[in-house]
């Protein structure tokens, strides 16, 4: 009874660390292409303005 009571509380434990782990690596993979997004949209709206200046410069 005892040892049954152990393994269940065992693969409980397991497995609550190992949806953990996965719930972490999934959140850190989505920070770091929020991160990414974040500087490619930055750079395309710099790119833009630059643009933008320039045609107004010309007419």
Known sequence: ????????FRNGRDNWKDRALE????????????????ASRDYWKSTAKIADEKLLKQV
Not at 1 to 8: F, I, Q
Not at 24 to 31: C, G, M, T, V, W
């Open 1 to 8: 009874m005892t040892s049954r009571l152990a393994r269940l």
């Open 23 to 38: 719930k972490q690596k999934k959140l850190r993979a989505l920070e770091i292409k929020v991160r990414d997004l974040s």
